[in-house]
Structure formats: C-alpha cells, structure tokens
C-alpha cells in the first residue's frame, strides 16, 4: 500500500518538474509573446466553448503572432494574413507535417492515412499515387457512366415522388447520391446501411468525425493517454474495430472475386501494389484501409 501511495504522489512532481524544465528552456528561446500558462496545464484554462473566439481575444493582447503552451504541447497561434502566408507558403515546409494524436492512433492506423500522416517520404508517395493512379482526369473519367447511372436514378426517383406528390428532402438525396457514387468508385459497390454495421453507415461515420474532432486531453498532456479519462479512446477503438472489419471484407471480396472485364474500382488500383516490389508504393493491407479511409 506504501508503494502505491508513494506512486500516487511521485507523478504529480514529475509532471511538475517537466513543466518546470520546460519552461527553463523555453525561457531561453526566442518566441513570440503570449500569456503564462500553469504546470502541466499550460493555457488550456484559457480556451472555452468556443476556442476560436478565445484565441481571437488573446491574439488582439499579444499580437498575430503568439505562443502559448497547450498542456504540454508547445503552440504558436497565428492570426493574421501577413503570418498566415509566412507559415503556409514561404516556410511550408517547415511546419507541414501532422502531429501525433489519439484519434490518428486508434482511427487512421498509426497515421498512415494520407489526413493524419506526418510529411516525409511516405506521405509523399501516398499522396503522389492518390493523384495518379486513383484522382487523375484518366481515372475520374473511366467513372463517368457510373455517375450518369446513379444520377438517372435519382432523377426517376423525383419523377415518380412528383406524380405521387410526396415531398423529397433534396439535401438528403444529394447527400445519399454522393455517398453511392463514393461507394461504386472506391469499392466497385453500393452496399447496404446493415452491411456496414447494426446501427447504419452515416451514424457510424458522423461518430468516427465526432470523435476524430473532440478535444482529447491525452493529446495536450500525453503521459495521461493511457487513462483515457473521458472514455474517448475506448470508443475510438470500437469505431475503428467497425471500420477495420468492413474494409477487410471489401479487400477480401476483391482478392476473391476478381474480374478483369469491368472496370477497376480504387481498391483495385491499390490491391495491385499490396506487397509489391517492383514499385515504390509498397503497402500492406493496412495502408489500404487508411488510404480509404
């Protein structure tokens, strides 16, 4: 019980004593003004409900360019069109690549999604095959009759509502028209919401975006991670476990049932790279589910 206790007390000096020497060494950099955060905590007491509103309040204090720490995550804010062109054309270089987070580690496979990974060699040659081999003019055209397809289909469906005078909720068609096109593109198929998962596609999808965007704490202090104290990462898990198991299926039925006849749908294109040597796009079966996610 002693050694507990002992545990239990030890942690909050250390994270106290990193802090502390973190702000020993940033004491000796030269960054830009901003306001004085707590041990372990930073700034993060400073942003509310609305953190851009916030960040616009301490920008108009300490000026467009600003510096402040979030939990242990050193940041520097801007805020005006001059800084802005500064961080995202004359050194973009500099600041383009992705930091690490929870939602990147449990929902994108260890950043290897072509959103969340960091920029080096493999976003490179992941971004440079996405515009290729998967988004080129060649490509996008080779899904023109797919796309006349389901935009027939959608068109009879009004026609037939009209004659009915039902009422169609165009936003929600439009979205749906989007997502089959999406579906055939990608995958070869429309498939149906119990396919996917019990509760249906789209909720599944908008909890996977909520989660993606919620503020973590274990992002801002990441010894606590592991505890996951608003319970977001045990949910990230079983988001990621839904997805996983979809994509598996669809790789699986492409490895399968392959035709040569019809026309390559993405994860064709991406199959024939799966373990390939002859080819800088070297990737696995997870590279494949990232990318596609």
Known sequence: MAWILTTLALIPLAFFLRAWLSKRKIK??????????????????????????????????????????????????VSSPRAAELILKTNDLVFASRPRNEAAKHISY?????SFAPYGSYWRNVRKMCTLELLSNHKINSFMSTRKEELDLLIDYIKDASRERVAVDLGAKVSSLSADISCRMVFGKKYLEKEFDEKGFKPVTHELMRLAASFNLGDYIPPIA????????????????????????????????????????????????????????????????AIIL
């Open 226 to 289: 592991p505890l996951d104290l608003q319970g977001l990462t045990k949910r990230m898990k079983a988001i990621g476990k839904v997805f996983n198991d979809f994509f598996e299926k669809i790789i699986d039925e492409h490895i399968q049932f392959k035709d040569e006849n019809r026309t390559k749908d993405f994860v064709d294109v991406m199959l024939d790279f799966l373990g390939s040597e002859e080819t800088e796009y070297r990737i696995g079966r997870d590279n494949i589910k």
């Open 110 to 114: 260890e950043q290897k999604n072509l």
């Open 28 to 77: 000796d950099s030269k960054l830009p003004p901003g306001p004085i955060g707590f041990p372990i905590f930073g700034s993060l007491h400073l942003l509310g409900k609305f953190p851009h509103h916030d960040l616009h309040q301490l920008a108009n204090k300490y000026g467009p360019i600003m510096y402040m720490r979030l939990g242990l995550v050193p940041t520097v804010v």
